[in-house]
């Protein structure tokens, strides 16, 4: 096992604790494989499955598993207009289990995330039965400034490219504080404990996933 695999067991064995504090479950697998093994257990057949946005969900080959298994799937990139969009997303709200990943996770296990939209932390915030966060360890952090200084300069610059926005940062690489109208960064939410018991599910992989 290379230094860095050592790091990433061991970092993972607190914040499995941490996220236990705050009653969420969590797990830890060594690789994205062995990740996308894990969600497609925790998933019941015939469930209904949505997700948000997210490179790390596309990094473990997990999509194309459920357009392959037995689950009813509100997939908003079958949408032929922005109405049928919207309405997916609203679905999503009521969904068995919603995918995502999130930005940063501090080392005492808190979830922190930023978004556009909005969609994908109004699920994680309040409506699907189950939500199943999905992370590199490449995400984990100090503390609450530092998660908030990596989705800044460090995530939302590079999904700006990605998503061919329009912003300060797509250009410097940093945050600019924008009131951009491409601005990706309009809600800011920390999950520091879940309401209900483990309804939010935490899997860690020891690789570097996502941005």
Request: with cysteine.
């Amino acid at each position: 096992m290379t230094p860095r695999k050592k790091y990433y067991e061991n970092t993972s064995k607190n914040l499995i604790k941490q996220f236990q504090k705050r009653r969420i479950e969590a797990y830890y697998c060594e690789n994205k494989q062995l990740a996308k093994d894990k969600i497609l257990e925790l998933l019941n057949d015939g469930s209904t499955v949505s997700w948000g946005g997210s490179m790390t969900l596309h990094e473990i080959d997990l999509l194309d598993s459920l357009k392959n298994g037995n689950y009813n799937l509100l997939d908003r990139s079958t949408a032929n207009n922005n109405e049928e969009a919207a309405k997916i997303y609203h679905q999503a709200l009521s969904a068995d289990y919603y995918l995502m990943s999130s930005n940063a996770i501090t080392l005492d296990g808190k979830l922190v995330n930023i978004d556009g939209n909005g969609n994908r932390l109004a699920a994680l915030i309040y409506g699907p039965s189950n939500v199943i966060v999905v992370a590199g360890m490449n995400k984990v952090v100090l503390d609450e400034e530092a998660a908030l200084k990596r989705v800044r300069n460090e995530a939302s610059p590079i999904n700006t490219v990605r998503l061919n926005k329009n912003t300060p940062c797509s250009i410097t690489g940093k945050c600019s504080d924008c009131l951009s109208d491409d601005c990706i960064c309009c809600q800011t939410v920390i999950t520091r404990m879940s309401r209900v018991p483990n309804r939010i599910k935490v899997i860690l992989v020891g690789e570097e996933l996502g941005y």
